[in-house]
């Protein structure tokens, strides 16, 4: 017999009546995960390396980004919207139609930057972690590569060009990766369990699907935090913001920091390399605190949203 769908806002497994969802939610968003990496990652990557190359250069670096761009979305954004009509019926239902205020937009771009801040006070204590000296060279040269690899695919020298990373590196993962996560994965991952489980399970997927081993910790929390948003708002485009903006100021901060770098009369501004502890946590707190004040915010004005009788509404 097969197992039955459940309920959004219930743990316990009740019968699902009409089409939708076609197959049962948890065995649904393991095929499409296992699809979509198959398409994208492995097709895509492999379609990339034949065509352009395994590797980011300065001379490939434009070409790079639009393959990357077209790479999302006929793997990534196409697939994910075919199967969520397939599984779901209702574009609708899965990501949300209501409009957030003014409000929750603004206190959800605190609530990233924050966030963001606090992980790269995180990020420098991790590196001060002493790894085994046979060890060190192999990790230090895959960070490398993979800081290189991002601050080429961001670099940009003219305005127009710029606008093109935004384009590629800040907002088209922004709508694909939420479309996928926070929509088709974590609608069906919570018909399967609780809103709660489904939005952490959908975290800790999204934070493996990058492949960067050295920001699994942020990635964890970022994804865990994008759900929360979409639970808690009821639509996709909150945590669409949420992580346009973490992408965003992730390229802005590149960019500047390229330029100053460059200028030999702005490298003042770069400061020492050798972080004090001192100043590592009184940042992370400080961001803490902001992020943890717009959190207790964010839950007032949305308030009125959760029904008082969910059991499973996010609080």
Known sequence: MPE???????????????RYPRMQPLSFAVF??????VLYQIIGGALTVVLFGSSVTQDNAAVMRWSTFAA???FLLLPTWFLMRWQ????ASVLGTRRPKMAEILLTIVGVFSLEQFFEGYLILQDKIPLPTSLQPIVDYVERVIEETFRLLVHANSTPELLVVFLV???TPAVCEEILFRGLIQKNLTLA???TKGLVWTGIIFALYHLNPFLLVPLVALGIYLGFLRSRSETIVIPMIAHFTNNFVSVIGEHVQANVASSPELNFLLGSEDVGLSVVVTMMLGSALIFFLSLYVYLHVTSSLQPV???EAIV
């Open 4 to 18: 039955l769908p459940v309920d959004e806002n219930n743990s316990a497994a009740v019968p699902v009546t009409g």
């Open 32 to 37: 499409a995960l296992i699809g979509i990496f």
């Open 72 to 74: 999302q979305i006929l």
């Open 88 to 91: 779901n019926g209702s574009i």
């Open 169 to 171: 590196v800040a907002l």
């Open 193 to 195: 369990s609780t809103k």
């Open 309 to 311: 009788e969910d059991p």
